[in-house]
């Protein structure tokens, strides 16, 4: 066997194990719901591994990692930017308050 040959032989058992690996880890749907709560860091040991198990062989999942992580970097930029302003000043007009009032009071009553 020469040197081609036994390249050729290890990048396929390498693909064959990532293969492997890829087939029993969750889709890559699981994982990007995953990626968002640990955020909050609320992943099982379980999960965190294999959530980084699945970003070994998933290019997509290891892109939307970036991605959460750089919209996270520029959320926590924003206020700090724009000060007060980013502060919503919201209020009902006060027909919708009296509906809202009636409706609590109806499903009191009932």
């Known amino acids: 066997m020469n040197s081609e040959q036994k390249i050729s032989?290890?990048?396929r058992f390498k693909l064959w194990v990532i293969d492997l690996i890829a087939y029993r880890l969750p889709p890559c749907q699981v994982i990007t719901e995953q990626l968002s709560?640990?955020?909050l860091g609320k992943l099982t040991l379980k999960e965190r591994i294999l959530v980084r198990l699945h970003l070994t062989v998933c290019d997509w999942c290891t892109n939307y990692k970036k991605q959460i992580g750089i919209i996270d970097k520029t959320l926590e930029k924003l206020p700090k930017e724009l000060g007060d302003?980013?502060?919503v000043k919201f209020s009902l007009p006060d027909d919708a308050k009296k509906r809202i009032l009636s409706?609590?009071?109806?499903t009191d009553s009932n």
């Open 85 to 87: 302003e980013t502060k």
């Open 37 to 39: 709560r640990a955020r």
């Open 103 to 106: 409706n609590l009071k109806d």
């Open 9 to 11: 032989a290890a990048r």
